[in-house]
């Protein structure tokens, strides 16, 4: 048994019908694979991550975090699903499909995840006629980007012949709790945590002294205040209907970008891309902001000993998007500059530090906030914390292969919650960079035109660039 973290409880929280809370994403594999052995690959690695033969069992009352133990019924029929593209096998059906996949909760009786697999891409652009692709659904309580792109890792390899894996050990399943063992359990953790109260505080204030001194050096505004975000149509209650797609840049053409700016980095890059879109489709719409954006930016907080850990482990990062600036060069300088001070606030305050506070929640309260939270509508009442999430998940830039077949794309998807209507997860895979925008149908019906903006923004950005070197 092992109990889910306060992170990792908060996605449970968050989900309603309509807001299921998993990740996941559409990989393409080039060639023709059958559905049975895709199956038969499978179910020979399940064991390398341990966590997909697990299934949550919550605690009486609420008490406490809910846990995870090994499904004495676990059938990997339950969890595979079998579909075919309706003619003519294009890319509009492939993300109609994958936005339909993404907009079904996972059933919290078993094992949290779902792979579909999908036959017939005959029209698929710069994809091989009869090749497949995999649309993979887990929840966001069992893994976070970083642990995430460490499961593809073990179930897939690094050349076209399959690697030899070890036979999966005989599994020895222990018998279910009772009700009363997870009641002790929890008990005994409550009465440990208010221990742990005083140092967590003490180190608050330190960062609050470290903190206060970085604001005295620094002038310029940071969004380190929570709701300072500005209203925007981003930011209200989500519809059940999950609207997805997907844009494929170079990689090396987006690295090459960074030379515009000294010191910038390949996530400056990335945030200015996301940024140039944001304005353009803002603008066209009346619905600008006269405040920059503010983008919530996950931070892998593992560390080399963690390094195979499931579960979530990440703190957030807030940074201003200059959607208020109009030259994308000088979008592009002055993100540098916001997430240079985005991480000096991090690191003063300590990457592990707010997320912490999450352990002090119990969960029966959690569960009952959240779901108030969304009855009420109480998004409408108050200024965003943020408007939109960017997550950048570093992917490995080899060529991966399941069973033989080489995977083309990688592309992510990720939840939205009442209040926070688009995502945009940002994967890297074998010189290619993948922008992923996940949102509803009432936040952003048009996503298929947003992902049409962030093509145009790249291309605008390294155009500007190439004129301003001359």
Partial sequence: MQQLSGLDSSFLYLETPNTPMHVGGLNVYEGSLTFQEFKDFLAERLHL?????????????????PYWVDDPDFDINLHLHHAALPKPGDWKSLRKLTSKIFSQPLDRNRPLWEFIFVEELNNVPQVPRGSVAIISKIHHAAIDGASGAEILGLLFDASPKPRKISPAPEREIEELPSNLSLLTKSYVNLVKSPFKLPS???????????????????????????????????????????????????????????????????????????????????????????????????????????????????SAMLVQLPTNMDDPIDQLRQLHENTKRGKSYQDAIGAKQMTDYAE????????????????????????????????????PQIPLYMNGKLMLANMGMAPIFDGMGLIIPVLSYNGVLSFSPTTAANIMPDVDLFTKYIRESANTLEAQIKNAEK
């Fill in 49 to 65: 991550a341990p966590r997909l033969l697990q299934k949550l069992i919550n605690v009486p009352i609420g008490l406490g975090n």
């Fill in 200 to 314: 967590l505080l003490l180190n608050t204030a330190k960062a609050a002294l470290a903190t206060g001194k970085i604001s005295r050096v620094q002038t310029s505004e940071v969004p380190r205040t929570v709701f300072n975000a500005p209203h925007c149509i981003l930011n209200q209650p989500v519809s059940s209907r999950r609207m997805w797609n997907s844009a494929l840049l170079s990689l090396d053409r987006v690295k090459k970008l960074r030379a515009a700016v000294d010191g910038c980095t390949l996530n400056d890059v990335v945030l200015a891309i996301c940024t140039g879109a944001l304005r353009r489709y803002l603008l066209e719409k009346n619905e600008l902001p006269d405040k920059p954006l503010v983008a919530m930016i996950p931070v892998n907080t593992r560390s080399k000993t963690e390094k195979g850990d499931m579960g979530n482990q990440v």
């Fill in 360 to 395: 002090f929640i119990p969960f029966a309260l959690g569960a009952g906030a959240s779901r108030l939270y969304t009855r009420m509508n109480v998004s409408k009442l108050h200024r965003p914390v943020f408007n939109l999430v960017i997550t950048n998940v570093p992917g």
